[in-house]
């Protein structure tokens, strides 16, 4: 069984990983895909904390379920994000701008975030 700071990660690192992929409509786009796994990696320590304020101490949750019916503040954040993937989603396709901005996503990522997401 994993204790409150082990779900808080596996919500923060896979679960966001996976839901800003399904949001953006990454599929087949392995271009698409890099951007949101670096996306996914940005605000893992404000993410985590949300995280483990509102996870249950008491009893251990099927996480995929606490993200869709009880993980509002911590999905209303990762909307922000996907929104503008969304949004700019055209721009993206393109090789040249995906790259610049990946170069500037990983720049601007903190070191920690940098090793969590196995960027360094």
Not at 31 to 55: G, P, R, W
Not at 91 to 107: E, S
Request: hydrophobic share 40%.
């Amino acid at each position: 069984m994993m204790n409150i700071e082990q779900q808080a990660e596996y919500v923060v690192t896979t679960l966001k990983k996976q839901f800003m992929n399904n949001k953006i409509g990454t599929a087949g786009n392995a271009t698409l895909e890099e951007i949101a796994d670096v996306l996914s990696l940005f605000d893992y320590h404000v993410d985590k904390t949300i995280a483990m304020s509102e996870l249950s101490v008491d009893k251990p949750e099927n996480l995929e379920s606490w993200l869709m019916f009880k993980g509002d503040a911590l999905k209303t954040r990762w909307h922000e994000t996907i929104n503008l993937a969304v949004e700019n989603k055209a721009y993206l396709i393109c090789p040249d701008t995906a790259k610049k901005l990946l170069d500037f996503l990983i720049k601007n990522l903190t070191e920690s975030e940098k090793t969590r997401g196995g960027v360094l």
